[in-house]
């Protein structure tokens, strides 16, 4: 299984209305190192539809401005169709749905 094989597995893992940051992924995946790699796959998902990129955030819970898959706005958008809650400032509730891999 190839690197970007090993990050798609886990971000198939990560329920509705959880979510994990590429930290989390890099980890699960194999290398605590691989968050930018983690980066670089979820921009090359070859499966948006099985493999739910949306679901990963930075470590601060915020959503990507550009979202690779329908721009600004999309990314929040996704989530909140998940149940996922934010915060005032508009980032994502680490606390109540933050995914670990447990």
Known sequence: ?????????????????RVATYGTVALLAGNPRWARVVGYALHA????????????VNRFGETTPAFAFGGEGRHRA???Q?????L???R????AHE???E
């Open 78 to 80: 996704l989530l909140e």
């Open 45 to 56: 998902n070859p499966d948006p539809d099985g493999i739910p990129c949306y679901r990963v």
């Open 88 to 90: 005032p400032d508009g």
């Open 82 to 86: 998940d149940g996922i809650r934010f």
């Open 99 to 101: 995914w670990f891999g």
């Open 92 to 95: 994502v509730d680490l606390s």
């Open 1 to 17: 299984m190839n690197t970007f094989e090993k990050i798609y597995a886990v971000v198939k893992r990560i329920p509705r209305g």
